[in-house]
């Protein structure tokens, strides 16, 4: 491992814009969205969606997403094996998402890594990207994605926790490395010789099961964002409403007002958080296929045969196709044409559908 001493904080998170002030779209970095990166996840999507139609897809081999770093580094020795080659639905979803990464990474004016990012947008990234040094790997962890069981790995894998499996409150922050805490050269060595990887769902599913987590059950979100959000979106609202019955089109409304570059970590963009264009991630693992996923990066790095991702509690019931569906099928139309815009490259870049709310789905 290398020295810790001398380390310096990279400074408090930028203030998050005051509701009434945010500013709308995709923020303020002319980099992120600007109309021809819009074109450009156009352009890929229609392509690739023709080349599946007409059979081309599956004559070609898959494209790896990072195949210049598969060189030199320590977990480069694992028996790398295809995922379930048996499934052609996969294996296309993770060709359409890899080579859509590369067309729209690939477009001039893009980041290369993380030094070409404003200073923000870099401490945010820092910040989410966990280091293991004693397996070689980086983890860009995203909210409502399975963070804490990986956190929870992670800290079985540092000897800090004896299993994945003992029931202990999670504190997200202690016994954990995070890339904000190494200097630059650390960080480059790390970039360039670590495995590097994160797990994405689909963006109205994580939003959703952010909705009914934070403002269900944590009463800090309820009296943090949750009074405001009503106090702003109904009408009639008293002074001091409790926060506790916030709807789901009124926090749709609230995202449509906030600056992605500033909103909570639990409903930011993955793209925001992770920077897929920045860090040159060598494998995206879907919440779709988690545990399968999981445990086949913890067998790429060389895990112990004991560490296993955590299987999902029996009473656990996370945000379905199902339910969201059911909700998004009460949001006015012209709500949704508004907030999509702020999660569209979480779709492009990872290979979700658009939501299907016609009056015919929504009726069965």
């Known amino acids: 491992a290398w020295p810790r001493k001398g380390v310096e904080p990279l400074g408090r998170p930028p203030r998050r814009a005051p509701l009434g002030r945010a500013r709308a779209g995709l923020g303020g970095a002319p980099l992120l969205l600007p109309s021809m990166l819009m074109f450009a996840v156009i352009v890929a999507s229609s392509g690739l969606l023709l080349m599946i139609e007409r059979g081309i897809l599956a004559e070609m081999k898959p494209l790896p997403l990072n195949p210049s770093s598969h060189k030199g580094a320590a977990w480069r020795g694992a028996a790398f094996k295809p995922l379930d080659a048996s499934d052609p639905?996969?294996?296309?979803?993770?060709?359409?998402?890899?080579?859509?990464?590369?067309?729209?990474?690939?477009?001039?004016?893009?980041?290369?890594?993380?030094?070409?990012?404003?200073?923000?947008?870099?401490?945010?990234?820092?910040?989410?990207?966990?280091?293991?040094?004693?397996?070689?790997?980086?983890?860009?962890?995203?909210?409502?994605?399975?963070?804490?069981?990986?956190?929870?790995?992670?800290?079985?894998?540092?000897?800090?926790?004896?299993?994945?499996?003992?029931?202990?409150?999670?504190?997200?922050?202690?016994?954990?490395?995070?890339?904000?805490?190494?200097?630059?050269?650390?960080?480059?060595?790390?970039?360039?010789?670590?495995?590097?990887?994160?797990?994405?769902?689909?963006?109205?599913?994580?939003?959703?099961?952010?909705?009914?987590?934070?403002f269900g059950e944590i009463r800090e979100y309820q009296q943090r964002y949750g009074a405001e959000i009503v106090r702003r979106y109904r009408a009639g609202a008293g002074p001091s409403p409790a926060g506790d019955d916030v709807t789901f089109p009124e926090f749709l409304r609230y995202l449509v007002d906030e600056d992605p570059e500033h909103m909570n970590e639990h409903w930011m963009p993955v793209y925001h958080l992770c920077q897929p264009c920045a860090v040159h991630y060598d494998f995206v693992g879907s919440y779709e296929r988690l545990e399968a996923d999981a445990n086949q990066v913890l067998e790429w790095v060389q895990a112990p045969t004991h560490v296993r991702f955590p299987a999902r509690q029996a009473w656990y019931r996370p945000a379905s196709p199902e339910s969201l569906h059911y909700h998004l099928c009460s949001v006015p139309r012209a709500l949704l044409q508004d907030v999509l815009p702020k999660y569209i490259l979480d779709f492009s870049l990872f290979a979700y559908p658009l939501p299907n709310v016609t009056r015919a789905a929504c009726n069965q």
């Open 89 to 214: 639905d996969l294996q296309v979803r993770r060709d359409v998402r890899n080579r859509t990464l590369r067309t729209v990474c690939g477009q001039p004016g893009m980041p290369r890594d993380p030094w070409d990012l404003p200073v923000g947008q870099r401490r945010t990234l820092l910040r989410h990207i966990l280091v293991s040094d004693r397996y070689h790997f980086l983890y860009c962890y995203v909210p409502k994605v399975a963070c804490s069981n990986w956190k929870r790995v992670l800290k079985v894998l540092a000897g800090v926790l004896d299993s994945v499996d003992v029931r202990l409150k999670m504190d997200h922050r202690s016994d954990l490395v995070f890339l904000a805490d190494l200097r630059p050269e650390e960080i480059r060595y790390r970039l360039q010789h670590y495995f590097k990887f994160l797990f994405v769902r689909d963006p109205l599913e994580r939003l959703l099961s952010a909705y009914r987590n934070k």
